[in-house]
């Protein structure tokens, strides 16, 4: 029977050819004991399984039923013939999902330096089916770190998603994007050869598909500036050169973008105050206008990574920027990131959601900083009914409370908090019967 039985798995339709009426079949318990009658079910957990082929460590990830079981989907460890089941709602938004946002050059006292959001991005993921997040918490310049559930998305993607115009599709472990690595026509040939060795390495000793590169017919032009309240922006001399070099890789087959531009000299005293962890990140803001733009001209994921020249050693680097310090590009995190980023599927019709996909009616809760409420993402997530959870000790140069934007908001000190209330809203667990001081159930009948 295992040996029939793992033959027959193998030749299942995938995920996107198969449809409501699924395959019925009969064959034997393992131990033998018995015929079975019951129907092939996909689960999204982890996203095992979702239509390649199968090894036995994933067998639990099926169900031999007609939906989805019913049963926490954390720790379970029922046989692969468990018949516990309620109707497959068709798409991720039946998980537990979260979005974690820290704005991009805002001086965050976590999230604005180099991946230093990283450690509470993995507390966030363990307490979650899936996390959403951004470039901006997951890239670490040199370092990086893989999460199997979180959801790497561009900025302006991430807008869309939460507007409900866009709907996120997830990366398949056997379907991994190809990477289309875009360079500015300004970098000089030492640091031309840098990046594509960086590009080279990460093919070779990681396994990820770097299908190409081009160059783009003129300078990109990158200018940084910052505002009054102390927040970093830039602009493009020669935006449609980048699209145009962006979309030739797309056009080739390239399913994910990454950048590489040239960015000005930094002034020198703001730029030792960043690497000793008390300033903006200055470039953090063009480096989002980069991005942005390729993604809401091509619909493709992609991210930046800055070409800077290497800095003297200094002694007063701060943890939480040292990850800058290590080497001549930035551009692994990047390229780690790209290579299992969801696709954008754009939601013109209820009739796009497929079983993996999630949308913003599925996310539960999003979580920022306390004094960064005002975003595009949040308010509109907010207004789709996810939970407001405010972070109080990342704080940033900003000052956009929810209070002054009319949000309800749990607020807390920090991500270990914040990773509490995450699992008790998961679990079903009434916040209130966490405080000794849990107030007597009201009269709603007056």
């Known amino acids: 029977p295992r040996l029939w039985l793992w033959a027959h798995l193998r030749t299942l339709p995938t995920q996107e050819s198969h449809d409501a009426s699924w395959t019925k079949f009969g064959t034997q318990m393992l131990d033998g004991s018995a015929d079975v009658i019951g129907q092939i079910v996909y689960v999204s957990k982890r996203r095992l399984g979702l239509g390649g082929p199968m090894n036995r460590k994933e067998w639990t990830c099926l169900l031999f039923a007609s939906g989805v079981c019913n049963r926490p989907r954390s720790g379970c460890r029922q046989t692969l013939l468990c018949r516990r089941a309620v109707p497959f709602a068709g798409n991720l938004d039946d998980e537990y999902n979260a979005v974690m946002i820290v704005p991009t050059g805002i001086g965050a006292s976590i999230g604005g330096f180099a991946g230093d959001a990283l450690p509470s991005a993995r507390l966030l993921a363990s307490a979650v089916d899936n996390l959403v997040t951004h470039p901006n918490v997951m890239n670490g310049a040199m370092v990086y770190w893989p999460i199997s559930n979180a959801l790497?998305?561009?900025?302006?993607?991430?807008?869309?998603?939460?507007?409900?115009?866009?709907?996120?599709?997830?990366?398949?472990?056997?379907?991994?994007?190809?990477?289309?690595?875009?360079?500015?026509?300004?970098?000089?040939?030492?640091?031309?050869?840098?990046?594509?060795?960086?590009?080279?390495?990460?093919?070779?000793?990681?396994?990820?598909?770097?299908?190409?590169?081009?160059?783009?017919?003129?300078?990109?032009?990158?200018?940084?500036?910052?505002?009054?309240?102390?927040?970093?922006?830039?602009?493009?001399?020669?935006?449609?050169?980048?699209?145009?070099?962006?979309?030739?890789?797309?056009?080739?087959?390239?399913?994910?973008?990454?950048?590489?531009?040239?960015?000005?000299?930094?002034?020198?005293?703001?730029?030792?105050?960043?690497?000793?962890?008390?300033?903006?990140?200055?470039?953090?803001?063009?480096?989002?206008?980069?991005?942005?733009?390729?993604?809401?001209?091509?619909?493709?994921?992609?991210?930046?990574?800055?070409?800077?020249?290497?800095?003297?050693?200094?002694?007063?680097?701060?943890?939480k920027a040292a990850a800058e310090e290590l080497g001549y590009t930035f551009l692994p995190c990047v390229l780690a990131g790209l290579s299992n980023a969801p696709q954008i599927q754009i939601r013109s019709t209820p009739s796009n959601k497929t079983p993996s996909v999630l949308t913003a009616a599925g996310v539960n809760a999003v979580i920022v900083p306390n004094t960064a409420c005002g975003g595009s993402a949040v308010l509109s997530l907010v207004a789709s009914g996810a939970k407001l959870i405010t972070v109080g000790n990342n704080t940033t140069s900003i000052d956009v409370t929810p209070e002054s934007m009319g949000l309800p908001a749990i607020e807390v000190s920090n991500y270990l908090e914040a990773a509490g209330v995450l699992l008790a809203d998961r679990n079903g667990i009434l916040e209130a019967a966490l405080d000794p001081n849990i107030p007597r159930i009201p009269n709603l009948g007056q």
């Open 152 to 319: 790497y998305v561009e900025g302006y993607a991430l807008d869309r998603f939460a507007a409900g115009e866009w709907a996120l599709r997830p990366a398949r472990p056997t379907r991994s994007n190809r990477i289309g690595l875009v360079l500015d026509r300004a970098i000089n040939e030492d640091m031309r050869i840098r990046h594509l060795q960086v590009a080279d390495a990460m093919r070779a000793s990681v396994g990820i598909d770097v299908s190409g590169y081009a160059v783009t017919d003129k300078p990109l032009g990158v200018e940084l500036s910052m505002t009054a309240d102390g927040t970093s922006w830039g602009t493009l001399s020669n935006p449609d050169s980048l699209i145009a070099c962006a979309r030739s890789l797309v056009e080739k087959g390239c399913t994910a973008i990454a950048v590489v531009a040239v960015f000005p000299e930094e002034d020198e005293d703001h730029l030792q105050a960043y690497r000793e962890g008390s300033a903006v990140d200055a470039i953090a803001g063009a480096e989002a206008i980069i991005s942005h733009l390729i993604t809401r001209e091509l619909e493709v994921p992609c991210a930046h990574a800055p070409c800077l020249q290497p800095l003297d050693v200094s002694e007063d680097v701060s943890p």
